[in-house]
């Protein structure tokens, strides 16, 4: 069956139609336990209100909806699946000719669009919406609503410079003012060779990065050889931004899909971990494949040439439990994955293809029956 012959674009339509309307459905349901769950917090605060609750549940919502995605493409899969069973119009596609493979052929293409899209285009927002749900609990624990904390535990940093020198910057406590100027408190920065041999430190009881620039105050300079310097202020040259520091406290689904590559660079070159960052420009990737993995599944359990044929209600249950443990095991692989347990990109593309090979093989073996 082609894409776009009639019969394509009706069952295409079918499985978008149930996917917006169970996204719609399921979307509600999660913003009306988040909206319960801001209720409860704001109980017994008067410096917070309604706007609070609203802004949580929308900024939460992405955040869900991104780790249970392939679960709702497969309630979607099998409401439509039940409904063209139910409705007889699958028998009478069979019977016209049409395999199981040509029938699915344009709605594993529209799953897979579906996926793309997600990631292209809904994946940018997501994150920045992850972003600003993190800012909002902080604004919210601190009762400070300019709050742009990044980290409470400190920062270490480490820079590149040229060839043969490499800093090391340490500050206790860093936050965000309005206009982008990042100040810092007690810092600390060390100047290595290429053999960690330490050239000298400087050492500031503040200090603000603003222009590529540190500018630092209450300042003492240790240095080998030389007697300490006792400085009221000084400025330090330096390729850093608040954006690159910024990007060491978020999490990784806080950044998009086109942005992870640079911060990945950025982390591997700075001599950090990139693993969470990494593992997750993976399975981004693997994303639209699980959704037609997530169909496949959903078609063995509810595409039925006829609906005497054993308890449809008891298929669809079985249908739903696989789901589930299917989903579960893909986020304890992912967990293995993040943790070094297994390469990073087995942890991303393993599940993915076992069910789509597990699902192929048990539609190939109900399609030869």
């Known amino acids: 069956m082609k894409y776009n012959s009639i019969l394509g674009r009706y069952v295409s339509k079918q499985i978008v139609v149930a996917f917006l309307l169970s996204l719609i459905a399921i979307s509600g349901i999660i913003m009306m336990f988040d909206s319960i769950e801001a209720l409860r917090r704001i109980s017994g605060r008067d410096d917070t209100g309604m706007s609070y609750v609203v802004k949580y549940a929308i900024t939460k919502l992405p955040e869900t909806l991104d780790k249970i995605l392939p679960f709702v493409m497969m309630v979607a899969a099998m409401m439509t699946f039940w409904r063209l069973s139910k409705n007889n119009e699958y028998v009478i596609i069979r019977s016209s000719g049409v395999s199981a493979w040509h029938f699915l052929k344009p709605v594993l293409i529209s799953v897979f669009l579906i996926g793309v899209i997600n990631v292209a285009l809904f994946n940018p927002i997501s994150s920045k919406m992850y972003e600003m749900h993190a800012t909002l609990k902080?604004?919210?624990?601190?009762?400070?609503?300019?709050?742009?904390?990044?980290?409470?535990?400190?920062?270490?940093?480490?820079?590149?410079?040229?060839?043969?020198?490499?800093?090391?910057?340490?500050?206790?406590?860093?936050?965000?003012?309005?206009?982008?100027?990042?100040?810092?408190?007690?810092?600390?920065?060390?100047?290595?060779d290429n053999n960690s041999q330490i050239i000298r430190r400087i050492e500031g009881l503040v200090g603000a990065l603003k222009d590529k620039r540190f500018k630092l105050r209450g300042v003492q300079i240790f240095e080998e050889g030389q007697k300490t310097q006792t400085l009221s202020q000084y400025e330090y040259e330096t390729t850093i931004t608040p954006q690159r520091i910024k990007e060491n406290f978020v999490d990784p689904d806080a950044?998009?899909?086109?942005?992870?590559?640079?911060?990945?660079?950025?982390?591997?070159?700075?001599?950090?971990?990139?693993?969470?960052?990494?593992?997750?420009?993976?399975?981004?990737?693997?994303?639209?494949?699980?959704?037609?993995?997530?169909?496949?599944?959903?078609?063995?359990?509810?595409?039925?040439?006829?609906?005497?044929?054993?308890?449809?209600?008891?298929?669809?249950?079985?249908?739903?439990?696989?789901?589930?443990?299917?989903?579960?095991?893909?986020?304890?692989?992912?967990?293995?994955?993040?943790?070094?347990?297994?390469?990073?990109?087995?942890?991303?593309?393993?599940?993915t293809c076992i069910v789509l090979l597990v699902g192929t093989n048990c539609l190939l073996i109900k399609e030869e029956g």
Not at 281 to 288: K, N
């Open 138 to 192: 902080y604004r919210f624990i601190t009762r400070d609503p300019t709050a742009m904390l990044f980290s409470s535990k400190g920062l270490w940093l480490r820079e590149a410079v040229g060839k043969n020198k490499v800093l090391i910057v340490q500050a206790k406590s860093l936050r965000q003012e309005k206009d982008e100027t990042l100040s810092m408190q007690d810092v600390s920065i060390l100047e290595m």
């Open 255 to 351: 950044i998009s899909f086109w942005a992870l590559p640079d911060t990945i660079r950025f982390y591997e070159t700075s001599g950090f971990s990139a693993v969470r960052h990494q593992m997750r420009y993976l399975s981004l990737w693997a994303s639209p494949f699980l959704l037609v993995a997530m169909v496949l599944i959903a078609s063995l359990f509810s595409l039925r040439p006829s609906m005497r044929q054993g308890s449809v209600m008891f298929m669809v249950v079985v249908g739903v439990c696989v789901g589930f443990v299917t989903y579960f095991s893909l986020q304890l692989i992912y967990a293995f994955g993040i943790n070094g347990y297994i390469p990073i990109w087995l942890a991303a593309w393993a599940p």
